[in-house]
């Protein structure tokens, strides 16, 4: 529950996928139009738009949005316009199971077709944690 006053919200736990069964439930296997984004944070009136990648195939510092365009295309369109809109930022973060690489990709522009411009960071799981649990600190302080 949100407590709008210290602006913390409950930790977040697995009992949070119940909403993504109840929707895989409720399509019975059909094609959705839909997704769900993964992390939404506001830090001084800017939003910063998280979505998390799973590698699985392709190690995180190998793998890039742009190698399966044709795949998740309408995707990665829908959170660009959607963080256009909220005047925001947006972060794609290749991981693996492991927890051994991750590539923080922030998307400066995209076009119908690919990424075209981004800055990007290699980085060790502890590296990532402590620039994730700085950008929560600073949404809950601001």
Same mark, same amino acid.
């Given at each position: 529950?949100?407590? &709008?006053?210290?602006?913390?919200?409950?930790? %977040?736990?697995?009992? @949070? @996928?119940?909403?993504?069964?109840?929707? %895989? $439930?409720?399509?019975?296997?059909?094609?959705?139009?839909?997704? !769900?984004? @993964?992390? %939404? &944070? +506001? %830090?001084?009136?800017? &939003? &910063?738009?998280?979505?998390?990648? +799973?590698?699985?195939?392709?190690?995180?510092? !190998?793998?890039?949005?742009?190698?399966?365009? *044709?795949?998740?295309?309408?995707?990665?369109?829908?959170?660009?316009?959607?963080?256009?809109?909220? @005047?925001?930022?947006?972060?794609?973060?290749?991981? #693996? !199971?492991?927890?051994?690489? *991750?590539?923080?990709?922030?998307?400066? $522009?995209?076009?119908?077709?690919?990424?075209? +411009?981004?800055?990007?960071?290699?980085?060790?799981?502890? #590296?990532?944690? +402590?620039?994730?649990?700085?950008?929560?600190?600073?949404?809950?302080?601001?």
């Amino acid at each position: 529950f949100i407590t &709008y006053m210290n602006k913390k919200s409950k930790p %977040i736990s697995k009992i @949070d @996928d119940d909403a993504k069964s109840l929707i %895989i $439930e409720a399509l019975e296997g059909k094609v959705t139009g839909g997704f !769900d984004l @993964d992390s %939404i &944070y +506001k %830090i001084n009136g800017t &939003y &910063y738009v998280l979505e998390f990648l +799973k590698c699985d195939t392709v190690r995180p510092n !190998d793998s890039h949005p742009n190698r399966y365009w *044709f795949k998740n295309q309408q995707k990665f369109i829908s959170l660009w316009e959607i963080t256009d809109k909220l @005047d925001g930022m947006l972060f794609l973060v290749n991981y #693996e !199971d492991s927890r051994e690489q *991750f590539k923080v990709i922030k998307v400066l $522009e995209m076009t119908r077709s690919r990424i075209s +411009k981004e800055d990007t960071r290699i980085w060790s799981f502890d #590296e990532f944690k +402590k620039w994730f649990q700085s950008l929560n600190e600073r949404s809950i302080e601001s």
